[in-house]
């Protein structure tokens, strides 16, 4: 779909919403829009990440274009994780993942994710749903992070 046909879908629906009288409606189409936002959102990262080796590096890679994504928006229009990258660049993912997750305060990817409701894609997440690549106290240090914010799931 081109740029085009996106102008034309929204005056489209900008005329529905226009028209509509009924809150119950208007609440749906909010609620649609922004279920529809976050999948788009979703799928943004995921193919920013690119094919990965296995689907725990396809994780990390998407929330760290979500992370990329969200310092353009709040930070600075050209903010990128460069530290990140650097590190990644020198050391495996795993490693990384380790020390980032591992630490005594959170990250501040971490922060971000959270702070804008993507506590799913943090380090400390993906290490919960990896756990054979993780030790024991880096596993515990994610799980009590996360439960630290309500979010635990195992």
């Known amino acids: 779909m081109d740029r085009r046909n996106f102008a034309l879908y929204r005056r489209h629906m900008k005329k529905i919403v226009e028209q509509c009288n009924d809150p119950e409606k208007l609440d749906i189409i909010r609620q649609n829009a922004l279920d529809l936002a976050d999948e788009a959102f979703q799928k943004m990262c995921l193919l920013r990440a690119g094919k990965q080796r296995n689907q725990m590096h396809t994780d990390y890679y998407q929330a760290l274009a979500a992370y990329e994504w969200l310092l353009k928006k709040y ?20 490693d990384c993942l380790e020390e980032w997750a591992g630490a005594k305060t959170p990250t501040k990817a971490y922060e971000m994710l959270v702070e804008h409701g993507y506590w799913y894609m943090t380090a400390e997440r993906i290490i919960r749903r990896y756990p054979e690549y993780f030790s024991a106290k880096t596993l515990e240090v994610a ?7 309500g979010r635990y799931v195992d």
């Open 143 to 149: 799980r009590k992070r996360l439960e630290g914010i």
């Open 75 to 94: 930070v600075a229009p050209t903010a990128f994780a460069s530290r990140t990258r650097e590190a990644l660049a020198k050391r495996d993912l795993e």
